[in-house]
């Protein structure tokens, strides 16, 4: 199951529309598929495959349940120059025997993307050991660094991959999500067929490049996955992915402090102290000209006495006007002045 991450893309990069990759399409040769779910069938067709390397994937069921282990391979894909296998191993009494010596053969390439990933879980799943593994994101950087930068096992897709070498694009959608246990619809069959032709598509771009540049060697880019052990492409000492003489580039700029970031968030919107401190002024205006006067009578208001609300929300008053005889009307003693005084609440 092949890997879609891209990396990390600070920007959303627009790229032109392309044509989608289909292999019956852009096959440079009239190419057969095979979809077998019998060992003995799979014997047969895997003897006659064509000396070359191969575009290598693996699907299997997801497990939709939050923190389930993974469902075992059940779908192995190869393809050739003139040939596409789909070999459900989960549908076949026993392993193929071919297969696995194909898988071991050292001389024959298996290509594809976050393939180290597949090789340890067939491992895992079957006992199946993988020589001659090629990552292509690894190949890609290596002959084509110019276009590429970044940490030298950052991950490009097989569809990112599909677009810069061979100018298509590569359909995905609810169909890498299926049930690759059960018997195999076309659309599974074509989806399949797709991710392991490309993955062979995009191998022999690159390595037509490799041949020509100087200081290239294949344990860059190549290893394999033995008893469980990541080695070599010849199997022999361990492997870890490096290549001397590749320019990741300038270094990304550095993160801000956690603290830096706190502060300007501070400072780019009000705060709540701020938020009362427009309150407090947009009302000092009316308290300007208010002062407190608590003789059991009310507050007096711009010449307007106000007289506490009864059965009312909390707050709210009655404004009276002066000049209207009520049991409130304050008495006619105005020896304070009527321009300072404020306003309280009486609940």
Known sequence: MSGTAEGSVKAAVSRPELPRYFWRDQSPAPTRIRYITNHLEANFELSRLAIGPLGFDLEWRPNYRKGGSENPVALVQLAGFDTILLL??????????KLEEVLLDPLRVKAGVSIQRDCQKLYQDWGISVRNCVELALLARSVDNARWKGKYTNPLGLSRLLETYVGFSLAKGKVQRSNWEQRLSLAQQDYAANDARAGYAIFTRLITLAQNM??????????????????????????????????????PPPKEPKELKERKKKTS??????????????????????????????????????????????????????????????????SHDPAQYSVTMRI
Do not use: K
């Open 269 to 334: 919107a009000p705060t709540s102290s701020a938020a009362s401190q427009v309150t407090a002024s947009s009302g000092s205006s009316l308290q300007d000209g208010i002062s407190m006067r608590n003789d059991g009578q009310g507050p007096l208001l711009a010449n307007v006495a106000v007289a506490p609300a009864v059965n009312s929300r909390a707050g709210a008053f009655h404004r009276i006007p002066r000049n209207r005889p009520t049991s409130t009307q304050r008495p006619q003693n105005r």
């Open 214 to 251: 100087p200081n290239m060697d294949p344990y860059y880019y190549s290893f394999s996955v033995v008893n469980g052990f990541v080695l070599d492409h010849l199997g022999i000492s361990q492997w870890i992915p490096h290549n001397p003489f590749y320019d990741p580039g300038p270094p």
């Open 88 to 97: 459900q191993i989960s549908a076949m009494s026993e392993f193929p025997l």
